[in-house]
Each structure stands twice: as C-alpha cells, then as structure tokens.
C-alpha cells in the first residue's frame, strides 16, 4: 500500500513508518516539525507543511498521491497546556483535522486511522474502561479529540469517509532495535523523564505529580501500552477499513494499570539504580485511574498487545535513551 502519515516524524509517528516499510509499504511523510523531529524519517520522503494550511494539504495530495490510506497523528497532545492554552489545542486538533477530512473528500480518499485518547473518557465510572462508557472528558485536550471522533461519525454519515478512531492509554517504549525511541521538548511523559533522570545524575530528580488520588499509593495509575503495540494496531485497523464500511472506535491498552511510584520501582529493577523523585501539586485535569479494556479491539481487529510486562517495556526505552540517535 501506499500510506500518508500525518504527523509521521513525531514518536508515535515514526514508529507506524518503520512498521509499514518493514511490511513493504510506501511511506510519506507529512510534518510541520514543531515537536517531531526530521532525522527520525528514515523510511520514506518527508513533506514539511502544516495542517493548519489548506494550501500545503492540496498539494500534499496532489503532488505525492493518491494514498491507500491515511493515518492521522498530527496533534497537541499535552493535557496541562490544554487546560491553560484551550485556543491552541482547539485550533491545532479540530480545525486542522477538519482541513485534513475536506482535503481528503475533495480528493476522494476514503479511509482515515486517527490517533484517539484516552482522555476523551475523563474520569471513568468503571476499573477498565470499555467502548460503552461515556465519553465525559475534562479537559480542552479530551475535549478535541472527542469532536473529532464526532466529525468522523458525521463525515462518514454524510460522505461515505471510513475511519476507525484508537483511543490510547499512555504510548511508551522505543522501537527494540534502538534506531528511534521517545523524545520532547519538554518531556512530559513519566518512563522518558524517569530514565532521564538517571542518566542526568543526582542534579536531575524526578517529579512525581499528586499523592493523594484514591488509589493504592495516593499516585495516579496508568495503562501503559508498547509503542509498537500500537503501531501493531493502526496497521490492522486500515486493513479493517477494507472490508468494513463505518466510523469505528477502539480501546487500545494492556489491560493493566501501574501507578506512577510502581512504574519508578519498575525503572529501578531495569537500570540498577535508586531514583530520586519529590512530590508535587497534582495536574490540572489529570483522572486518578485510566485503565483500559481492549476486548473489543481483539475481537474485531484481532490485536493483542505483545508487551505485557512493565520491565519489558521500559527495557526497550532505556536501551535507546543510552545512545539516542537523534
């Protein structure tokens, strides 16, 4: 196939490329680099441009297409900033998708995978978070993926475009191979920022956001699902949009939480060493627990996460954090 990916020199992004060239695949790249990074576009021509540029999509699809299929990252994504930059998030992750979904139309392209959250649930009713639960969110962030999961539903409804939607629930790890792995500016993520700090030295400690959550340890608990897992993912999910005709939403996750001070015992089994941390205010907008139920996934595109085990995954990270590539 010949796929687009929107967003394909950020972490998330970069992944989904080498997955799909090493199937084959032809990969183009599209991204304004405000927060991805060129030298991780190793696997097929990068297109620099913006979203929020109407005139830089037509080309986009004019000059490099038709794709197969078009798989959406282009997001901020910073739950915090969100909440104190509403316009921003609103303007970059609505407006900017709804440029990508008429470029799409008027360009007949028919099948979109985009890049969902968890936060669009809020705070959860229930332990594991299934498709059923009500999308409640509590912050700008949440709030605009939610309404682009809505215009999906009614692009679909009014111009035949079919999409799935993956809802994640905490992205980490680094490709095995140690070529490309996680990396902000600033770092925002806890397995990034705890590595981080190891190899910063005693200068470098940890924060850790909130202690009093209703949760084991008073620290807030997460489903940390592999990077790969959900490259894994989309790959099946624009296979399910060649035999399924819809605007589907899927749950992806382990289906395990880990609270924040678990995940820093986990880090100091991986690399040997005590990690020093302080605690902090809690973030605005942050749930206590986020876990998810990805049954539905499983049955439908047939995913299962392959890393399960929190050591694992954060062995995978700091083999690349050791030497980062770019």
Request: hydrophobic share 40%.
């Amino acid at each position: 196939m010949k796929v687009l990916v929107l967003g394909g020199a950020g972490y998330i992004g970069s992944h989904m490329c080498k997955m799909l060239a090493s199937q084959n695949d032809t990969v183009i790249v599209f991204d304004n680099l405000s927060t991805g990074h060129a030298e991780a576009v190793k696997w097929g021509p990068l297109i620099v441009g913006d979203v929020l540029n109407k005139n830089d999509l037509v080309s986009l699809f004019s000059e490099h297409g038709p794709f197969d299929l078009v798989i959406h990252f282009c997001a901020k994504s910073l739950v915090g900033e969100s909440v104190q930059h509403p316009a921003t998030y609103y303007r970059n992750n609505v407006m900017g998708t709804l440029n990508v979904l008429e470029t799409m139309i008027d360009t007949g392209h028919d099948k979109l995978v985009f890049s969902s959250t968890a936060a669009v649930f809020g705070v959860p009713k229930v332990n594991l978070i299934d498709e059923s639960q009500p999308r409640l969110p509590i912050n700008p962030y949440g709030q605009s993926k939610k309404m682009v999961e809505d215009m999906l539903q009614d692009f679909h409804k009014a111009y035949g475009l079919k999409s799935v939607c993956l809802r994640y629930f905490n992205a980490c790890g680094a490709d095995p191979e140690a070529e490309i792995g996680e990396r902000h500016e600033p770092e925002t993520h806890l397995i990034p920022n705890i590595l981080k700090s190891i190899l910063m030295g005693a200068e470098q400690q940890m924060k850790v956001f909130g202690k009093d959550y209703p949760t084991m340890d008073g620290t807030c608990i997460r489903d940390y699902i592999h990077i790969n897992d959900l490259a894994k993912a989309h790959i099946l999910a624009g296979d399910y949009l060649s035999n399924h005709d819809g605007a589907y939403a899927f749950n992806l996750g382990n289906g395990n939480g880990f609270s924040v001070l678990e995940v820093i015992a986990a880090a100091e089994q991986v690399v040997g060493n005590t990690i020093a941390y302080k605690i902090e205010e809690p973030r605005a907008g942050d749930p206590a627990v986020l876990v998810a139920n990805a049954n539905l996934a499983e049955i439908e595109l047939g995913w299962k996460p392959h890393y399960n085990d929190i050591q694992t995954i954060i062995a995978t990270a700091w083999q690349w954090h050791q030497n980062e590539t770019f």
